[in-house]
């Protein structure tokens, strides 16, 4: 079982649609990361949430932390071309010497 | 300011044989980290080096070992190569600064196929 459940696993929408992606645990995080990756690279940090019920928004993402500190979820508006990648929420585990990933979720946007 | 470096970019292998992947952490960055990504899953951690040391280890076997340098720059080592190990490798730098854990940068990875 993944400590981190994130859904859907796959999204394949047009320019122009929202979207929304989850990442869902039964364990109370103090903090939790999304990440996106695109093929042939390496993971990059998009945001950390801390505080249950926050909200962060970075341009056309906006990213919630549940109130009780268990799940997240990414929405994206009038999504683009360039907003393809895999999309992954993390934790920091153990004093920070780990990241334990979801599985994450492959977003496709079509033009 | 150079990001993460990985070497080799792509390395093909044959069951059973040994591998050494290698990274430059980001400049000013003293920690390094491990990761195996596995086709359709997110990166699994595999050990963390500070200070030359191994100072923490994921759930892999001893079949995977590594090394940090003076230089802090690292090298992931891994024997008796089995199909299952075909992955893609991160490593990530960070800069140690207790008790907040700090941002980890990824490089590219490099991808490795056992046949």
């Known amino acids: 079982t993944q400590l981190l459940e994130q859904s859907p696993q796959f999204l394949s929408i047009q320019e122009g649609e929202n979207l929304t992606v989850y990442c869902n645990s039964s364990?109370?995080?103090?903090?939790l990361q999304w990440y996106r990756q695109e093929p042939g690279e390496g993971p990059v940090l998009l945001v950390t949430?801390?505080?249950?019920?926050e909200v962060k928004k970075l341009k056309r993402l906006t990213f919630q932390f549940g109130d009780a500190r268990k799940d997240s979820s990414l929405h994206i508006t009038a999504a683009q071309p360039g907003d393809t990648g895999l999309y992954l929420c993390?934790?920091?585990?153990?004093?920070?010497?780990?990241?334990?990933f979801g599985a994450g979720t492959i977003l496709r946007v079509k033009s | 300011d150079a990001g993460v470096t990985q070497s080799p970019t792509h390395l093909i292998k044959t069951r059973g044989q040994q591998v050494t992947l290698r990274c430059s952490p980001k400049?000013?960055?003293?920690?390094v980290s491990w990761y195996q990504q596995a086709l359709g899953q997110g990166p699994q951690f595999i050990f963390q080096?500070?200070?030359?040391?191994?100072?923490q280890r994921g759930n892999f076997p001893d079949r995977f070992s590594g090394h940090q340098f003076p230089n802090y720059s690292s090298e992931l080592n891994v024997n008796a190569l089995l199909l299952g190990d075909s992955a893609l490798y991160l490593c990530?730098?960070?800069?140690?600064?207790?008790?907040?854990?700090?941002?980890?940068?990824f490089g590219p990875g490099t991808r490795l196929t056992v046949l």
């Open positions: 990530a730098s960070s800069l140690r600064v207790l008790p907040i854990p700090d941002t980890q940068y």
């Open positions: 364990s109370v995080f103090s903090s």
């Open positions: 949430v801390v505080t249950g019920g």
């Open positions: 993390a934790v920091i585990m153990e004093y920070g010497n780990k990241l334990v």
């Open positions: 400049s000013g960055h003293d920690t």
């Open positions: 080096y500070y200070e030359e040391e191994e100072r």
